[in-house]
């Protein structure tokens, strides 16, 4: 076993990783940049392969508490407002994948994360503490820090980057830190869900296609709240001017959201490699996606699950076992994501196609199709 783990970044998959640790024995210390945990962004979709990891690690009671079991999510046509495809979820999501389908604010997920983890004797949380470089060292890997004004070296037995889009410890596993433009931004927000337009319905996720353009709403808060995620072109300056041209439900939706959080879109082509002697990376650190399949999220709490499992069985290489495990299955994410999000996008001519395509293949098909993500297991 390499010995106690230097984590770097609180936060989903983080968090994450130090729990599955710690209810193997294995100790860790997380550091993170921010002096407190005050989660950015709205909502989070955990479909089956995530909520399976969490319900394994005792968490699913919580969530329950907090989150919404959507009965289904549809795709509808922006433009029109057409429903184009229903595809059930609920019970049909635990059926076929063995758990279940949620939808949860973002700070809730990390505060219940939180907590477990400080529930925990072997997770030591260092808040305020900036990463100015990551290495391997004779006995393990340390990260170089700047905290209160002072330099520090934090030494462990080997390293964990899971700080994100601009991962310092990329660098450390010899992978460029560099991202790419998308030409694609996200704007989000959330609203009482009594002010949602009756078209979306507060019982399931929708997804609407426009020119340029998607829209995603869904349930928070265990369904006092909608979250709202609109993507589109970062060159239009407001929400409002990213729908206009769409039905009535989709403007009355965005014009009812009085404020909203943009937040530009990069992503990566993928990488040769997640790991490099005793430094692993994880989540966005890894394998940087767009959000059109919804798994930034899962695919780190999955990356967390499977890295800690490796390390408490004490293979001969811990780390070259977790590239082997999930460096072609978080690639092939990223490439289905690009072409996901060409797809929502579609106009004119193009647009049409796909609609007739959604609406004439069969609800089985396109589950099936989900498969391979949902269906995931640790093993």
């Known amino acids: 076993m390499p010995g106690r783990a230097l984590i770097a970044g609180a936060g989903i998959g983080g968090l994450t990783l130090a729990l599955a640790l710690a209810r193997r024995g294995i100790p860790s210390q997380i550091v993170e940049r921010a002096a407190a945990l005050e989660e950015t962004g709205a909502g989070v979709q955990l479909s089956p392969n995530a909520s399976r990891i969490l319900d394994a690690l005792g968490l699913g009671r919580a969530l329950d508490a907090v989150a919404t079991r959507p009965e289904a999510v549809t795709i509808a046509d922006g433009v029109s407002a057409r429903a184009l495809k229903t595809l059930q979820l609920g019970a049909e999501a635990e059926r076929r994948w063995g758990a279940p389908y949620r939808v949860v604010h973002r700070s809730d997920l990390q505060a219940i994360l939180l907590e477990a983890t400080r529930g925990e004797t072997g997770v030591e949380l260092t808040l305020g503490a900036e990463i100015l470089s990551a290495r391997e060292t004779t006995f393990g890997a340390a990260v170089e820090i700047a905290k209160d004004g002072a330099a520090e070296m934090i030494e462990g037995g080997w390293l964990a980057g899971a700080d994100g889009l601009r991962s310092v410890v990329r660098r450390a596993v010899k992978l460029p830190a560099t991202v ?200």
């Open 180 to 379: 790419q433009a998308t030409g694609l931004r996200a704007w989000r927000t959330v609203l009482p869900a009594g002010a949602l337009p009756e078209a979306f319905g507060i019982r399931r996720v929708s997804v609407w296609l426009g020119p340029g353009a998607h829209l995603v709403v869904y349930p928070v808060r265990a369904g006092r709240e909608a979250n709202l995620v609109l993507i589109g072109d970062d060159r239009i300056q407001t929400p409002a001017d990213l729908v206009v041209g769409w039905a009535a439900p989709a403007r009355d939706a965005v014009a009812a959201c009085s404020s909203w959080t943009p937040w530009p879109l990069y992503d990566r082509a993928p990488d040769a490699r997640m790991q490099h002697g005793r430094i692993a990376l994880i989540g966005d650190a890894a394998h940087a996606t767009l959000p059109s399949l919804a798994q930034g999220a899962a695919f780190a709490i999955e990356d967390a699950a499977t890295l800690a499992r490796l390390v408490a069985e004490g293979g001969p290489d811990a780390f070259a076992a977790y590239e082997r495990a999930r460096l072609m299955r978080c690639a092939k994410l990223q490439m289905r994501s690009r072409r996901q999000i060409r797809i929502d996008h579609l106009s004119g001519l193009a647009a049409r196609a796909r609609n007739l395509a959604l609406a004439a293949t069969p609800a089985s098909v396109l589950l099936g199709g989900l498969d391979w993500i949902y269906g995931w297991r640790d093993d």
